[in-house]
């Protein structure tokens, strides 16, 4: 199987792997068929995965689809990487993203853009970019991803596959570089709920190593997955289907509700008032924890060092500026700026507020409903290029996914339809489901009875 997986990334012109080293993987498939010859094999065993280029590795290089860790090795493995190597999953390599997880298309990445496999043209959706494709082209059966504020759900809905973020603090975020602390959750992406649910049996749980892992009972996600949805409140927020939708994914999400009230679900409308604040709240405070993570990047540390400088704060100064890009440096100002004497205030204070009223929203609908229901992003995949030179752009794109980070809650990302217009017809679209904390097991049921 790993054999087969690795011809195909071999072949495959989409740009999704950053690194494969196949006698690693070939060895590891080795070690995972004496398990199953001795009788120990659990239920991912001998399955190929393949990693987000945002969890570190000993075995493959870990980039951060950045120039400044282009050749990057890390000492350890993030605890999400042992867990599924514990579990006996063979790795097939690592994933292309965008640099430092900063993005929504992928093309913020040092290595380039990847292509959707859908549709050669449009963009794989950002950051987890490389998993989304990698699942959706049959380069790997599944893939870590991970979601600061969207870049699991929105790669899979433009891929047309399914990914989960869990509710913050499920899945250690040990050895996940980190892009902006209080936000960031790694999840699983493959094709199925169900195969979500299996591989987040063996992601999730506490981690003494993260502090702010939840200590909780580890849960099996399988367990719900069956159960009938009649009588299930699915909250629709009005808010989620306003200006800005485009009519073909409004039209798939209408279709897709119907088809769980067929299944017995019961439609409520609710309201997330603040949806649209949720953007300016989170580009000042994902900057804000960006610019204070990114700050180890100094050319001593680690990777990339500029070849020539003329004292100590000019080779800090050179080598920041080289190895990173565009991207991550206008979110290392704003966050700077936002956290500056006299600016706190107005700008990180406010944010922080504002976040806190988003997370009475979602409360306040949970009190009305179970599961609440809408898209993902407001259009299909655009093409590759289309918005690379207009960041706020990409930003208003992120309108749907935001708010659930900034919460904390566990949201979702099915697959549902495809674009109607002659140039989207093969694009998909991807519902989101986001459940209340710790309801995981429920929207991987929704998702499971519909799939
Ligand atoms: N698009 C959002 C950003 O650029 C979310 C990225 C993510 O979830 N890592 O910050």
């Not at 060895?27 to 094999?41: H, M, N, T």
């Not at 001998?46 to 969890?55: R, V, W």
């Not at 929105?154 to 209080?182: D, L």
């Not at 009305?368 to 960041?391: R, Y």
């Amino acid at each position: 199987l790993a054999q087969d997986y690795l011809s195909k990334i071999k072949q495959s012109d989409l740009n999704a792997f950053i690194d494969v080293q196949p006698d690693i993987t070939l060895a590891q498939a080795k070690a995972a068929d004496a398990l199953r010859a001795s009788g120990q094999a659990g239920p991912l065993t001998g399955l190929p995965i393949a990693h987000k280029d945002i969890f570190v590795t000993k075995d493959f290089r870990s980039t951060a689809g950045s120039h400044m860790l282009e050749n990057y090795r890390s000492p350890f493995d993030a605890t999400v990487v042992e867990r599924l190597d514990q579990a006996g999953m063979v790795t097939l390599g690592k994933l292309n993203c965008d640099e430092f997880a900063m993005g929504s298309s992928n093309e913020n990445s040092y290595f380039g853009a990847v292509k959707n496999p859908w549709d050669k043209q449009a963009v794989a959706g950002g950051s987890s970019g490389g998993s989304a494709a990698a699942v959706a082209a049959g380069l790997a059966p599944a893939a870590t991803g991970t979601d600061t504020g969207g870049s699991i759900r929105q790669p899979a809905a433009f891929c047309g596959i399914t990914g989960i973020k869990p509710t913050y603090g499920k899945v250690s975020r040990y050895g996940m570089i980190a892009y902006a602390s209080s936000l960031d959750q790694g999840g699983p992406m493959a094709h199925t709920a169900a195969d979500c649910a299996l591989l987040l049996n063996a992601m999730a749980g506490f981690d003494a190593k993260d502090s702010t892992s939840l200590e909780r009972a580890n849960e099996d996600y399988t367990a719900q997955l069956n159960q009938p949805l009649a009588g299930l409140r699915l909250g629709v927020p009005k808010e989620f289907f306003g200006a800005g939708l485009s009519e073909e994914v409004g039209a798939a999400i209408e279709t897709a509700v119907q088809a769980l009230e067929k299944l017995g679900a019961v439609r409520v409308e609710v309201s997330l008032p603040r949806t649209e604040l949720a953007i300016p709240a989170y580009y000042v405070i994902a900057p804000a924890e960006a610019s204070s993570n990114l700050s180890r990047f100094d050319g001593a540390r680690y990777g990339y060092r500029a070849p020539e400088y003329r004292d100590l704060l000019d080779m800090y100064k050179q080598s920041r500026a080289q190895g990173f890009g565009a991207e991550v440096q206008r979110r290392i100002m704003v966050g700077t700026y936002v956290l500056s004497h006299g600016y706190y205030d107005a700008y990180y204070l406010q944010a922080q507020k504002i976040r806190r009223l988003i997370a009475q929203d979602f409360a306040q609908a949970f009190t009305q409903c179970d599961v609440i229901v809408g898209p993902v992003a407001p259009t299909v995949a655009w093409n590759i290029g289309e918005k690379a030179n207009d960041p706020v752009a990409n930003y208003l794109a992120d309108i749907y996914t935001l708010a659930v980070n900034l919460a904390g809650l566990p949201g979702m990302s099915m697959p549902v339809g495809f674009g109607t217009q002659a140039h989207t017809k093969t694009r998909p679209v991807g519902m989101q489901l986001i459940g209340n904390y710790f309801a995981e097991s429920r929207v991987l049921n929704v998702a499971h009875q519909y799939q």
